[in-house]
Protein backbone atom coordinates (compact mmCIF):
# COMPACT_ATOMS: atom_id res chain seq x y z
CA UNK A 1 0.00 0.00 0.00
CA UNK A 2 0.99 3.32 -0.86
CA UNK A 3 1.57 5.71 2.47
CA UNK A 4 -1.92 8.22 3.43
CA UNK A 5 -1.22 11.16 4.42
CA UNK A 6 -2.45 14.21 2.67
CA UNK A 7 -4.07 14.10 -0.72
CA UNK A 8 -6.23 16.45 -2.44
CA UNK A 9 -8.85 15.45 -5.06
CA UNK A 10 -11.77 15.51 -7.36
CA UNK A 11 -15.35 14.85 -5.52
CA UNK A 12 -17.52 12.37 -7.37
CA UNK A 13 -21.13 12.38 -5.85
CA UNK A 14 -23.31 9.08 -6.03
CA UNK A 15 -26.34 10.29 -4.39
CA UNK A 16 -28.16 6.80 -3.47
CA UNK A 17 -28.38 4.81 -0.69
CA UNK A 18 -27.56 1.28 0.02
CA UNK A 19 -25.06 0.99 -2.98
CA UNK A 20 -24.26 -2.78 -2.63
CA UNK A 21 -21.04 -4.36 -3.23
CA UNK A 22 -23.13 -6.09 -6.32
CA UNK A 23 -23.62 -2.48 -7.96
CA UNK A 24 -20.07 -1.84 -6.98
CA UNK A 25 -18.56 -4.39 -8.93
CA UNK A 26 -20.97 -7.38 -10.61
CA UNK A 27 -20.39 -11.06 -9.98
CA UNK A 28 -19.55 -12.00 -13.71
CA UNK A 29 -16.72 -10.09 -13.04
CA UNK A 30 -15.24 -11.72 -9.75
CA UNK A 31 -13.22 -14.93 -11.64
CA UNK A 32 -10.13 -12.92 -11.65
CA UNK A 33 -7.68 -13.44 -8.47
CA UNK A 34 -5.36 -10.47 -8.94
CA UNK A 35 -6.38 -6.96 -7.93
CA UNK A 36 -5.84 -4.86 -11.08
CA UNK A 37 -7.93 -4.74 -13.75
CA UNK A 38 -11.45 -3.85 -11.72
CA UNK A 39 -11.57 -0.66 -12.25
CA UNK A 40 -12.80 -1.15 -16.11
CA UNK A 41 -16.03 -2.83 -14.19
CA UNK A 42 -16.77 -0.39 -11.57
CA UNK A 43 -20.42 0.53 -11.59
CA UNK A 44 -20.47 -1.51 -14.72
CA UNK A 45 -24.37 -2.11 -15.26
CA UNK A 46 -24.98 1.51 -13.86
CA UNK A 47 -22.10 2.91 -16.47
CA UNK A 48 -22.87 0.70 -19.69
CA UNK A 49 -25.56 -0.62 -21.82
CA UNK A 50 -26.28 -4.60 -22.59
CA UNK A 51 -24.21 -3.46 -25.68
CA UNK A 52 -20.91 -2.16 -23.84
CA UNK A 53 -22.02 1.41 -24.44
CA UNK A 54 -21.32 4.24 -21.83
CA UNK A 55 -24.67 5.74 -20.27
CA UNK A 56 -24.05 9.54 -21.03
CA UNK A 57 -26.63 9.87 -17.33
CA UNK A 58 -24.30 7.75 -15.41
CA UNK A 59 -22.33 10.43 -13.31
CA UNK A 60 -18.97 9.19 -13.79
CA UNK A 61 -19.28 9.18 -17.43
CA UNK A 62 -20.30 12.45 -17.30
CA UNK A 63 -17.17 14.56 -18.52
CA UNK A 64 -16.71 16.88 -15.49
CA UNK A 65 -16.14 13.85 -13.40
CA UNK A 66 -13.77 12.51 -15.06
CA UNK A 67 -10.53 11.57 -13.03
CA UNK A 68 -12.62 11.66 -9.74
CA UNK A 69 -10.72 10.12 -6.69
CA UNK A 70 -12.87 10.87 -3.77
CA UNK A 71 -16.73 9.61 -3.76
CA UNK A 72 -19.31 10.67 -1.45
CA UNK A 73 -22.35 8.41 -1.52
CA UNK A 74 -25.21 8.39 0.78
CA UNK A 75 -25.91 5.86 3.78
CA UNK A 76 -24.86 2.10 4.18
CA UNK A 77 -22.44 2.29 1.27
CA UNK A 78 -20.86 -0.89 0.61
CA UNK A 79 -23.91 -3.02 1.92
CA UNK A 80 -24.41 -6.57 0.07
CA UNK A 81 -21.59 -9.41 0.51
CA UNK A 82 -18.41 -9.38 1.67
CA UNK A 83 -16.23 -9.19 -1.83
CA UNK A 84 -12.83 -7.25 -1.21
CA UNK A 85 -13.23 -6.54 -4.92
CA UNK A 86 -15.20 -3.97 -4.38
CA UNK A 87 -12.31 -1.96 -2.27
CA UNK A 88 -10.10 -3.10 -5.60
CA UNK A 89 -12.21 -2.10 -8.51
CA UNK A 90 -12.86 1.73 -6.33
CA UNK A 91 -9.15 2.27 -5.87
CA UNK A 92 -8.04 0.65 -9.42
CA UNK A 93 -10.44 3.31 -10.54
CA UNK A 94 -8.53 5.66 -8.97
CA UNK A 95 -10.90 6.40 -5.73
CA UNK A 96 -8.40 7.11 -2.90
CA UNK A 97 -11.20 7.98 -0.21
CA UNK A 98 -15.48 7.15 -0.30
CA UNK A 99 -17.18 9.46 2.15
CA UNK A 100 -21.18 8.04 3.53
CA UNK A 101 -22.84 9.01 6.76
CA UNK A 102 -22.39 4.82 6.80
CA UNK A 103 -20.80 2.04 5.45
CA UNK A 104 -21.35 -1.82 5.86
CA UNK A 105 -18.62 -2.92 8.62
CA UNK A 106 -17.22 -5.39 6.70
CA UNK A 107 -16.99 -2.91 3.16
CA UNK A 108 -15.39 -0.53 5.87
CA UNK A 109 -12.85 -2.80 6.49
CA UNK A 110 -11.92 -3.79 3.55
CA UNK A 111 -11.35 -0.40 2.23
CA UNK A 112 -8.72 0.43 4.99
CA UNK A 113 -6.64 -2.55 4.69
CA UNK A 114 -6.52 -2.05 1.11
CA UNK A 115 -5.33 1.64 1.42
CA UNK A 116 -8.66 3.68 0.76
CA UNK A 117 -9.76 6.12 3.45
CA UNK A 118 -13.24 5.09 4.09
CA UNK A 119 -14.84 7.99 6.03
CA UNK A 120 -17.74 8.22 8.12
CA UNK A 121 -20.21 11.67 7.93
CA UNK A 122 -23.02 13.35 9.32
CA UNK A 123 -25.55 13.07 7.10
CA UNK A 124 -25.98 16.64 6.53
CA UNK A 125 -22.61 17.16 5.92
CA UNK A 126 -22.90 14.94 3.09
CA UNK A 127 -25.60 16.74 1.84
CA UNK A 128 -22.88 20.13 1.85
CA UNK A 129 -20.23 17.74 -0.20
CA UNK A 130 -23.19 16.33 -2.60
CA UNK A 131 -24.33 19.62 -3.43
CA UNK A 132 -21.13 21.33 -3.57
CA UNK A 133 -19.84 18.19 -5.72
CA UNK A 134 -22.81 18.60 -8.07
CA UNK A 135 -22.90 22.29 -8.88
CA UNK A 136 -19.32 22.57 -10.30
CA UNK A 137 -15.94 20.91 -10.42
CA UNK A 138 -15.09 20.18 -6.73
CA UNK A 139 -11.66 19.59 -5.57
CA UNK A 140 -11.48 18.78 -1.36
CA UNK A 141 -7.97 18.35 0.79
CA UNK A 142 -8.24 15.79 2.88
CA UNK A 143 -5.58 15.42 6.32
CA UNK A 144 -5.63 12.07 7.48
CA UNK A 145 -3.06 13.35 9.97
CA UNK A 146 -4.75 15.73 11.48
CA UNK A 147 -8.56 14.66 10.49
CA UNK A 148 -9.76 17.07 8.40
CA UNK A 149 -11.34 18.14 5.19
CA UNK A 150 -10.95 21.29 3.61
CA UNK A 151 -12.17 23.49 0.32
CA UNK A 152 -13.13 26.87 -0.25
CA UNK A 153 -16.79 26.36 0.93
CA UNK A 154 -16.22 23.42 3.54
CA UNK A 155 -14.64 22.46 6.89
CA UNK A 156 -14.68 19.52 8.66
CA UNK A 157 -13.19 16.79 10.75
CA UNK A 158 -13.79 13.13 10.97
CA UNK A 159 -12.91 10.35 13.30
CA UNK A 160 -10.78 7.04 12.56
CA UNK A 161 -9.54 4.10 14.38
CA UNK A 162 -6.07 5.04 15.83
CA UNK A 163 -4.85 1.65 14.08
CA UNK A 164 -6.32 1.81 10.84
CA UNK A 165 -4.85 5.61 10.95
CA UNK A 166 -1.75 3.82 11.87
CA UNK A 167 -2.00 0.99 8.69
CA UNK A 168 -3.25 3.87 6.11
CA UNK A 169 -0.56 6.87 7.04
CA UNK A 170 2.42 3.65 7.35
CA UNK A 171 1.00 2.24 4.26
CA UNK A 172 1.16 -0.82 6.01
CA UNK A 173 -1.14 -3.81 5.43
CA UNK A 174 -1.80 -6.02 8.74
CA UNK A 175 0.67 -8.34 7.70
CA UNK A 176 3.11 -5.63 7.12
CA UNK A 177 2.50 -4.33 10.36
CA UNK A 178 2.84 -7.97 12.09
CA UNK A 179 6.46 -8.08 9.97
CA UNK A 180 7.58 -4.61 12.09
CA UNK A 181 7.73 -6.95 15.00
CA UNK A 182 9.45 -9.41 13.49
CA UNK A 183 12.81 -9.44 16.17
CA UNK A 184 9.98 -9.80 18.77
CA UNK A 185 8.54 -13.09 17.27
CA UNK A 186 11.98 -14.62 16.44
CA UNK A 187 12.67 -13.99 19.93
CA UNK A 188 9.38 -15.28 21.36
CA UNK A 189 9.91 -18.46 19.12
CA UNK A 190 13.55 -18.77 20.28
CA UNK A 191 12.00 -18.78 24.08
CA UNK A 192 9.48 -21.45 23.50
CA UNK A 193 12.26 -23.65 21.80
CA UNK A 194 14.30 -24.15 24.61
CA UNK A 195 11.11 -24.47 26.64
CA UNK A 196 10.36 -27.93 24.78
Known sequence: MNPFQTFKGLVCPIDRTNVDTDQ??????????????????????????ENGNKKPDFILNQPKYTGSSILVARDNFGCGSSREHAPWALQDFGFR??????????????????GILA??????????????????????????????????DFNETFDIDPYQKEMLLKGLDEIAITMTYEHEIADYEKRQAVIQ
Not at 98 to 108: E, G, H, K
Open 24 to 49: IIPKQFLKRVERKGFGACLFYNWRFD
Open 97 to 114: VVIAPSFADIFYNNCQKN
Open 119 to 152: IRLDADRVDDLIRLASQDRFMLKVDLNQQKLTAD
